[in-house]
Nanobody
């Protein structure tokens, strides 16, 4: 089992920045997918930014150039730096890890961007 704990959400004005953090409860291996999804009210959960096997990174088109994903293997952590935030970025952001034949979600952290 692996628990994922997110932090760093909050309320920010349009154009502002936030940094999300996700820490895994143990070492993680054989990454198929590691990163961030989000779900806005009334919408489906969508990919924001993830590392995939081979070290590739996928970003949603809507966040390219504004968000940056990074990770610290020694701390079993993944981060999401969000700049130039827009009201449409408002959502619950979830950490996601898929690997070793299983998938895990964090509990989510709320990001609210006011106009």
């Amino acid at each position: 089992q692996a628990q994922l704990v997110e932090s760093g959400g909050g309320l920010v004005q349009s154009g502002g920045s936030l940094r999300l953090s996700c820490a895994a409860s143990r070492n993680i291996f054989s990454i198929v997918e590691l990163g961030w999804y989000r779900q806005a009210p009334g919408k489906q959960r969508e990919l924001v930014a993830v590392f995939t096997s081979g070290g590739n990174i996928n970003y949603a088109d809507s966040v390219k150039g504004r968000f940056t994903i990074s990770r610290d293997g020694a701390k079993n952590s993944v981060y999401l730096q969000m700049n130039s935030l827009k009201p449409e970025d408002t959502a619950v952001y979830y950490c996601r890890y898929r690997g070793e034949g299983r998938g895990y979600w964090g509990q989510g952290t709320q990001v609210t961007v006011s106009s």
